[in-house]
């Protein structure tokens, strides 16, 4: 009896020792198995045609927020990608100058030069073209013509000093183009790193063994065919609806043929760029039409229309608890908004 | 010749000590009577009838953030009064929902509960009155009633839950009323001490020489008829236009009968209230109408119609230098924005 209840023992905690084993291995495989899939947030994110300076950083940082350049005065990057609330409005679709509905839903501008192209159609070359063509976008800015917003702009005083100190030796420096680069260097510098990003500079615990379970389930489910990579998508376009048409589980009210309507090529028809899952959680309403409203029905269309899977409550939950993780502190540089060159104020254009 | 240089020496001195002597009394009265003049900040603007508590403040800082309250979703406190151009929106006149223009110029929010009255015209009683109010204002937040907003309101998780907290012992707390309340608190807490207010705490070297002589002229001109006490306005009404029709001089593209309209009394035609003068240099255009793009400007109409003077250049220039001691760090509580409640989005009503 007593040899019995030794070797019984021993066989427990034997038995014990190789489940720890084997759930250590487990886990060392999923860490192995993310840092293959995803890549941890740079400090800036560099582009080697627009150098991020300091110069450029501060004053970006002030043309982010300046609504006096748009046509009827309300309109400022700020508009869309509000500070309070994780950078974007939380509206559907953008509502810029005039009251001018936008085509599409507002993305955070948060960790958004990280990817491949800008835009839901990925008719915005990067985060710099986008600050550009907004200046002149009718539902945008509004202004007419980039001259009519230039002259906004070098009309308020200390602009002009700010502008020619980011970019020396140019004769004309307050230009649509260094207006586009002093607000690109400053997104270069907006990233949230996150749980997610200390997970996969090798700290096993930073994700909660939920978080865990449901990296697990977003990989079998696999949402890593498109969400990968350092923004968890962002890297790619894909067909919106790949399984069965979007619209019929989104409840859009009208089907957008995406990026069709720029290439008319008719492969690209219901094509998007795939989001970066990034801050997901602080950013709703989603899609490029912002039909759904909530997170957890958001996966569940996702896994409908492009995966064929009907995922159950408890794998959604899963999910979404994994994507908590994207979540991550946003910089003081946005939270701390910065006060704003007094201004001999000037009617906007076009009013 | 020697007895006559020693003389000589001892009289200049004398009148050196006399005009020290009579500078330093010149400027012992000064500071007395800027003492009687003017008062200096408190540290929070206290009300009998919403006693500021930090529950109410934390609520109502989210709440001033927040837009998705609104008709269009694009429409917060903040839409007028912007952090980054301190507290205005830098228009001639306030756009709200659906982009819809506001009979009247928004002023600055800083140090706003000071005023006797809210608005322009009077028409509201305090910051509370005014935030609740605002709500329903179709070129405001544009909603159609207030259950309707506090619907939305209601949706947004985590905003109850600060309600309850904020009002405790309260039935149903998210009313417009507490709204109200909530978001007053808050703004009774955004004071901008100033250069003034340490120069009239007894500090007489706070002023430069430059404002002191600018104090001067504009206790001379008459400025302080109207802008006096502790907001160097905002203490009484008064007819824009004493001494002649102010449309005259400020190119108003239309006159504002302003009180007539509110009172129907004869006596009350172009009657406004007198707008403080605090952090005036930053916060342009300047009127109800915002009709007066710039601060020298604004001062020379203001000699003419109210005081019947055609000042000089170099008088406008002192009261200027004199009204940039008025400007004074914005709080960091406003500068500094809340990240508010992440939310399942609904679609705002109306929409």
Chains 1, 2 share one sequence.
């Not at 400053?186 to 997610?196: Q, W």
């Not at 999910?319 to 910065?338: C, H, Q, R």
């Amino acid at each position: 009896m007593r040899r019995d209840h030794v070797s019984t023992t021993v066989f427990v905690l034997a038995m014990l020792a190789l489940t720890w084993g084997s759930a250590s291995a487990a886990d060392q495989a999923l860490l192995t198995q993310a840092q293959a899939l995803f890549k941890p947030l740079p400090k800036v994110m560099e582009s080697p045609e627009n150098p991020v300076t300091p110069e450029k950083v501060a004053l970006g940082r002030l043309l982010f927020f300046e609504t006096r350049v748009s046509l009827d005065g309300t309109v400022g990057c700020v508009r869309c990608h509000q500070p309070f609330l994780s950078a974007t409005d939380a509206l559907p679709k953008a509502i810029g100058a005039l009251g001018r509905l936008n085509p599409r839903n507002a993305p955070t501008v948060m960790n958004a030069a990280l990817q491949f192209v800008a835009h839901w159609r990925g008719d915005r070359k990067n985060v710099e073209d986008q600050a550009m063509q907004a200046l002149v976008g009718p539902p945008s800015f509004g202004n007419p013509d980039y001259a009519s917003a230039m002259a906004k702009l070098k009309a308020i005083p200390g602009y002009p000093e700010l502008f020619a100190k980011a970019f020396p030796n140019e004769k004309e420096p307050v230009t649509q183009e260094n207006w586009a680069k002093a607000i690109g260097a400053y997104e270069r510098t907006l990233v949230t790193p996150s749980p997610l990003d200390a997970y996969l500079a090798g700290n096993a615990t930073a994700l909660s063994p939920a978080q865990e379970a449901g990296l697990r389930e977003f990989v079998q489910t696999g949402c890593t065919t498109c969400h990968n990579g350092v923004g968890i998508g962002g890297g790619m376009y894909q067909k919106f609806g790949l399984v069965e048409e979007y619209w019929k589980a989104t409840g859009s009210p009208e089907p957008d043929k995406g990026r069709f309507d720029v290439t008319k090529n008719p492969a690209d028809m219901y094509v998007f760029k795939v989001p970066s899952l990034r801050n997901v959680a602080m950013t709703p309403p989603y899609f490029h039409d912002g039909s759904v409203a909530t997170l957890p029905e958001a996966v569940r269309v996702m896994a409908r229309v492009q995966l064929g899977r009907m995922v159950t409550d408890e794998q959604v939950n899963r999910i979404v608890t994994f994507l908590d993780s994207l979540t991550g502190k946003l910089p003081a540089s946005f939270t701390e908004v910065p006060e704003l060159p007094a201004a001999a104020f000037r009617p906007p254009a076009g009013k």
